[in-house]
């Protein structure tokens, strides 16, 4: 089975070949600390979070980096409106970043840089471009020409002159700076302080880095001169990651990366997402209502990640629904370990091979990380596994054999961990979760039979709640037996 993904770059499917054999170098842009994570974020975390688990459960070792923007004129608008300084902004955000992510179950990044704990690297390269004739100053600032970069545009495939300055709302380039520039698509690499700003010195002057610079030296600094895998969001495909890729390899003469891999973008309801139109939300909201964090992985996993995702109360319900079935596939060995003991003892031993399973999921998830594919076979053996569940508590035994039923739950929960989808049985704790004995419960479910024989509901009642609240479950099937398991 080979590997293929679809590079941004190329257009097309290509098989990945890492640079290094068994090893993987990934850089995720993340977020600029000003606000808290919305459902944006949480998609673009959850895709490269489970991107970077099959990676490794395919033997890979992976090296994961996602940075933080922690200088931005966004961070400084908030810091002046709060009266507080950026440190404090930043920092704020990052912390409750760290908060949202473990709710979500996404796996720390190995590496979280910050734009400025990278200054020097940053000053570095800025200093190189114009070294090389890619940069030039202008009143304390200094510009990228974008011109001198031939390949300009080959990663979002525009030209030159269909370009318009200031393309993505987020290019640091104002009118006022317009008169500095060379040519209207020359953007800043370094900006000169104003009054009330952070800044630090540099050659050109006391300033701050402009924001796609940020990006091209936290990669040169922490994962070298180029990497297998470059990712983020579809909106930062231009100008950032085009802007990177003119920053990088015009000072290093090599690819920044060998594939470049975007996730599509949320809405909500049909409609973009936006403060304006009152359908902003943010991961802590969503936890909030509550909703289960495994609802949200499965939701977004079950789009391929390439296109667009639309968050709807319809889309959240089945997802709901779907991880209640996923959810009691993973219970199941929790649930009937001790039933399952006692059938093991007189079963005739059956032969079953999970390579199948896992063979499925890998020939799936291996065509483009198609996570909706893999997901399927989970939900085959989390049927199986419940049907199975089913006829041991209504019928005493199970067709298949406990072995068998042990190797499919296992490669349940396997599978289930390379997508971050995991359940763990409710602890029991306190005195009315206090363990009783088979003994006890069959004393319980004696002395409940002889109050229904007397017709002593009220007490048949109290004694079936006891032991619902100690985590037994009591089955009556026809004749007057009455079978139990615990939860």
Not at 20 to 28: A, D, L, M, S
Not at 80 to 99: K, L, M
Not at 100 to 107: I, S
Not at 394 to 423: D, F
Request: hydrophobic residues 35%; glycine residues 8%.
């Amino acid at each position: 089975m080979t590997l293929t993904l679809y590079n941004t770059l190329t257009r097309r499917t290509e098989p990945f070949e890492p640079i290094e054999p068994g090893k993987v170098r990934i850089y995720c842009c993340g977020i600029t600390v000003y606000d808290y994570c919305h459902l944006g974020h949480a998609r673009t975390c959850l895709v490269w979070d489970v991107v970077r688990r099959y990676l490794q459960w395919r033997g890979y070792e992976v090296w994961y980096v996602q940075n933080f923007t922690d200088i931005d004129d966004k961070i400084l608008n908030r810091a002046q409106q709060e009266g507080a300084s950026t440190e404090e902004i930043s920092e704020r955000f990052i912390q409750a970043y760290f908060e949202d992510m473990e709710r979500l179950h996404v796996k720390k990044a190995d590496a979280y840089p910050r734009a400025t704990h990278t200054l020097n690297g940053i000053k570095r390269l800025v200093a190189e471009l114009e070294q090389f004739g890619y940069a030039y100053p202008a009143n304390g600032d200094i510009y990228y020409a974008v011109r001198q970069f031939r390949s300009y545009g080959k990663l979002s495939q525009r030209k030159l002159e269909d370009l318009r300055a200031g393309a993505s709302g987020r290019v640091e380039d104002s009118e006022p700076e317009a008169p500095k520039k060379k040519d209207p698509l020359d953007f800043a690499l370094w900006k000169s302080s104003k009054p009330g700003e952070p800044a630090w010195d540099s050659p050109w002057g006391a300033g701050r880095p402009g924001w796609h610079i940020e990006c091209s030296a936290m990669v040169r600094e922490v994962l070298g001169d180029t990497i297998d895998l470059h990712v983020g969001g579809g909106d930062l495909m231009f100008p950032h990651h085009e802007n990177e890729i003119a920053q990088s390899e015009a000072a290093t003469g090599k690819p920044l990366a060998h594939y470049w891999m975007h996730n599509g973008m949320v809405k909500v309801g049909g409609e973009k997402m936006s403060k304006s139109l009152g359908n902003f939300t943010t991961v802590r909201d969503l936890l909030d209502k509550p909703i289960d964090p495994m609802v949200i992985r499965l939701n977004v996993l079950q789009t391929h990640y390439r296109k667009p995702l639309d968050f709807t109360d319809e889309g959240l319900e089945a997802a709901a629904n779907g991880w209640n079935t996923l959810k009691e596939g993973l219970l199941f060995g929790y649930q009937y370990r001790e039933q399952l003991k006692q059938q093991s003892a007189v079963s005739n031993q059956q032969s079953i091979s999970i390579t199948n399973y896992l063979r499925r999921f890998a020939e799936a998830v291996d065509d483009d990380f198609n996570f909706a594919g893999g997901l399927a076979v989970l939900f085959e053996l989390a049927k199986e596994l419940r049907r199975e569940g089913n006829l041991l508590v209504h019928q005493g035994k199970t067709e298949t054999s406990p072995e068998v039923l042990e190797k499919q739950w296992q490669t349940l929960v396997e599978l289930a961990q390379v997508l971050g989808l995991q359940a763990q049985p409710e602890e029991e704790t306190g005195e009315a979760r206090q363990h009783l004995s088979d003994e006890e419960v069959e004393s319980l479910v004696l002395s409940r039979a002889e109050a229904r024989k007397a017709k002593n509901y009220a007490e048949s009642d109290r004694i079936r709640d006891q032991l619902q609240e100690l985590g037994i479950t009591l089955i009556d099937q026809p004749g007057g037996l009455t079978r139990w398991y615990r939860n």
